[in-house]
């Protein structure tokens, strides 16, 4: 495991919040991680977090799922769900001209890529519904066991 990952697991570990709480936190960042509106993550994560007054360090962590690094794969799994769901063929999505250039290029992709904004857009939420509701579960459960394990954390508590 990374040293950057290993810190974001020790942050969540060790939040001062509750287990829902925290758990609460993460996974609204992991659904807006999906969210498909580009270039908005850390501000609508930070703008939640202020306005419900949840932790801003698991909701960024939350969101940051979605970086450089993972933004194709997660919105092509999601626009790819979003074909199933809606029954549109996908045959569309390797048919971009990556030998055009400029302006020329953009109107093309454009034009390939119209069909797929409404398997992007419900895609992408759905997913990010399913994999919000993972992270906070998972999340939940691994605090609530590490609360209840530890000798100075006394018993898990239930909180909602």
């Given at each position: 495991?990374?040293?950057?990952?290993?810190?974001?697991?020790?942050?969540?570990?060790?939040?001062?919040?509750?287990?829902?709480?925290?758990?609460?936190?993460?996974?609204?960042g992991?659904?807006?991680a999906?969210?498909?509106?580009?270039?908005?993550?850390?501000?609508?994560?930070?703008?939640?977090?202020?306005?419900?007054?949840?932790?801003?360090?698991?909701?960024?962590?939350?969101?940051?799922?979605?970086?450089?690094?993972?933004?194709?794969?997660?919105?092509?799994?999601?626009?790819?769900?979003?074909?199933?769901?809606?029954?549109?063929?996908?045959?569309?999505?390797?048919?971009?001209d990556?030998?055009?250039?400029?302006?020329?290029?953009?109107?093309?992709?454009?034009?390939?890529?119209?069909?797929?904004?409404?398997?992007?857009?419900?895609?992408?939420?759905?997913?990010?519904?399913?994999?919000?509701?993972?992270?906070?579960?998972?999340?939940?459960?691994?605090?609530e066991?590490?609360?209840?394990?530890?000798?100075?954390?006394?018993?898990?508590?239930?909180?909602?």
């Open positions: 495991m990374s040293s950057r990952l290993k810190r974001a697991v020790d942050v969540l570990l060790r939040a001062q919040d509750t287990p829902h709480r925290t758990a609460l936190a993460f996974g609204i992991v659904f807006i999906f969210f498909p509106l580009l270039g908005i993550h850390t501000a609508l994560a930070l703008g939640v977090a202020f306005a419900f007054r949840l932790g801003r360090v698991p909701m960024l962590l939350g969101a940051f799922i979605n970086n450089p690094w993972t933004l194709a794969p997660l919105y092509l799994a999601g626009t790819l769900l979003g074909c199933v769901l809606m029954g549109v063929p996908t045959a569309g999505l390797s048919a971009i990556w030998s055009l250039h400029g302006s020329a290029f953009y109107r093309a992709l454009f034009a390939s890529l119209k069909p797929y904004l409404w398997p992007f857009l419900i895609g992408n939420t759905v997913l990010g519904i399913v994999a919000g509701l993972a992270g906070y579960l998972g999340l939940r459960y691994v605090l066991r590490r609360r209840a394990s530890s000798p100075l954390g006394g018993p898990a508590r239930r909180d909602l």
